[in-house]
């Protein structure tokens, strides 16, 4: 029982996993910050400030804070361009680069008689009636 559960601790899989956990929460703070203090205050000094937090409806007597939604959503929207134009679209160009061309099975054989190109899984060539291994 021991043995499996090392096997299943160890196999690559699972050490790439606590590798992109670790990885994903220390670039965590590298993306709130460029969100919180780069794209932000540019945001803030095109349109104004950014913050909607004051935005609230009172229903009954409770209080729904639409504005702290509004600024969670746009954070979001702010985080996965970040991500996207800066990590994916270039991590994908890289990967492009290294990834081999993908070649595809012949369709055709030779005749080995008449020369001429005949289906792969062809017994018998269409032009000369030759018997094909």
């Known amino acids: 029982m021991l043995k499996g559960f090392r096997d299943f601790v160890l ?5 790439d996993l606590a590798i992109a956990v670790i990885i994903g929460a220390a670039f965590t703070a590298v993306i709130n910050s460029l969100v919180g203090d780069v794209l932000n ?4 000094a095109v349109v104004g400030k950014p913050d909607f937090s004051a935005i609230v409806v009172h229903v009954g007597t409770g209080v729904i804070k639409i504005g702290n939604f ?33 070649v595809e099975p012949p369709s055709t054989k030779k005749c080995p008689q ?13 032009h000369c009636t030759q018997p094909v291994v």
């Open 41 to 44: 205050p540019l945001i803030a």
């Open 114 to 126: 008449c020369k001429s190109d005949i289906p792969i899984d062809a017994t018998r060539c269409a």
């Open 70 to 102: 509004f600024n969670a959503v746009i954070s979001f929207l702010i985080v996965a361009f970040v991500v996207y134009f800066f990590l994916v679209v270039p991590t994908s160009k890289l990967m492009a680069r290294f990834k081999p061309p993908v």
């Open 11 to 15: 196999r690559g899989n699972v050490i």
